[in-house]
């Protein structure tokens, strides 16, 4: 599964008030391994399932030149089999002791994770390890494997929308691994070999580069021991990595006919400041959520339910380590482009002339509170939010994010945030059915 920029809009609203723990009563552990192998935990006595799920950086912009797409090879490639898995054993042990695995791979990391009850945990972490550590990569699995991966870059390559967002992030980050496709280039698929992903996975899989998260009802299952005495503490460390440059988003704008496309599409990218600055990244979430989430948002209640120029409008937050991007998406009939072009530039000069009404920002900032708390319901949603976190160093207190939103204020949001949106500062892609 290849994943594009994290998202970290707010989720809908469920009916409910509020979860029945107090976020400040999640709060996870860390440890390290012997080799500085980090293992964050987080009970969920009430939990159903346990996730257990395997970060490591990873991901395509780790990528070396001549490796264009092995950060996604690699993940299909290590699900056909370790040591003593063969193709297809690790999911069937898994699912006979009732439980699912699938992983993802991103710009910056690659995850791999189970959901699976209490009582086949300890099991399906062997499983796991061993799947992700020392995968057999043989030849005649990597031969079929690459045709795989790539009739996947062929059939996003047949989407119009794929095509579409892929040439807006290779115009607006030129040069930078953030503006190459994570599924790779063609010609390179067609050239890996397995001594080359096994460079790949040698030189990321190290005992430095990794965590494993857990969450969900841990007591009494004794997985503290068994990885102390598995394959994760004998991991060796990585030699120093140079870490690759932070993103400069280009500015301008480019038109595109694409056949098939079945509405003209105005796109903007604009950077905003980079995962590790977790408390800018809270204020963006709380920015586009007050722009473009729901119909009351700012953008939405002009342009589609005022104006009717618009089929949808979208602003989403991507959170990336190098930088992040909030990506509009306008989805409208071609002769009102432009129209739609100079209500997003309004829109912005009127919020940077005029802060926000309190109702407009308590309401967003009550989205982004509600969706946070939501999130932190499931073991999977948690273990991915924690490994995450403890991979890149971020602050691992639950409440953190909650405690930094409301630092945020009308004025602070106003001042700081809102000249980052401003249209000349983004890299505008249009798009028209061919």
């Known amino acids: 599964m290849v994943i594009l920029p994290r998202s970290y809009g707010p989720l809908p609203l469920p009916a409910s008030p509020a979860p029945a723990v107090p976020v400040a009563a999640l709060q996870p552990s860390i ?19 346990v996730c257990l799920d395997f970060w490591s950086k990873a991901g395509s912009r780790l990528e070396r030149p001549g490796e264009s797409g092995l950060a996604h090879f690699l993940e299909h490639m290590v699900f056909k089999g370790s040591r003593s898995l063969g193709p297809g054993d690790f999911d069937r042990q898994v699912e006979s002791l009732g439980g699912s695995s699938n992983a993802a791979t991103g710009f910056d990391d690659v995850h791999y994770h189970v959901l699976i009850t209490p009582e086949g945990a300890a099991e399906a972490l062997d499983l796991l390890l061993e799947l992700v550590l020392e995968p057999r990569l043989d030849g005649d699995d990597f031969a079929m494997e690459r045709q795989v991966v790539l009739e996947e870059l062929s059939q996003s390559e047949d989407q119009p929308d794929e095509v579409v967002f892929q040439t807006l992030l290779s115009q607006a980050c030129p040069g930078h691994a953030y503006g190459r496709a994570i599924l790779g280039e063609r010609a390179a698929l067609e050239d890996h070999q397995p001594e080359a992903m096994a460079a790949f996975h040698s030189r990321n899989y190290r005992a430095d580069r990794c965590c494993l998260a857990l969450a969900g009802p841990l007591i009494g299952l004794g997985l503290g021991e068994r990885l102390a005495a598995g394959s994760l503490a004998r991991l060796s460390r990585a030699a120093a990595e140079p870490i690759p440059d932070d993103l400069t988003l280009a500015v301008g704008r480019c038109h595109l006919e694409v056949p098939r496309l079945e ?53 989403d937050l991507n959170v990336l380590e190098a930088g992040s991007l909030a990506l509009l998406e306008a989805v409208c009939e071609s002769e009102q482009v432009e129209a739609v072009e100079l209500e997003i530039h309004k829109a912005w000069r009127e919020l940077m002339e005029q802060p926000p009404e309190p109702a407009e920002f308590l309401r967003a900032q009550r989205l982004v509170a509600n969706g946070y708390r939501f999130s932190l319901e499931s073991s999977g949603s948690v273990a991915g939010l924690i490994g995450s976190h403890a991979l890149w160093g971020r602050p691992l207190e639950l409440e953190h994010p909650l405690e930094s939103l409301e630092r945020w204020t009308l004025e602070r949001l106003h001042s700081e945030l809102v000249p980052l949106l401003n249209p000349d500062r983004a890299f505008t892609l249009v798009a028209l059915p061919a």
Request: aromatic share 2%; charged share 25%; glycine share 6%.
């Open 263 to 315: 509405a003209a599409r105005l796109l903007m990218a604009w950077q905003l400041p980079p995962a590790r600055d977790h408390e800018a990244v809270i204020g963006g979430d709380l920015l586009t959520t007050l722009l473009a989430e729901g119909r009351r948002s700012r953008l939405v209640a002009r342009l589609r339910e005022e104006l009717r120029l618009v089929e949808s409008i979208d602003l």
């Open 31 to 49: 440890t390290h391994l012997a080799n500085g192998v980090q293992v964050v935990e987080l009970e969920m006595a009430d939990a159903p399932v």
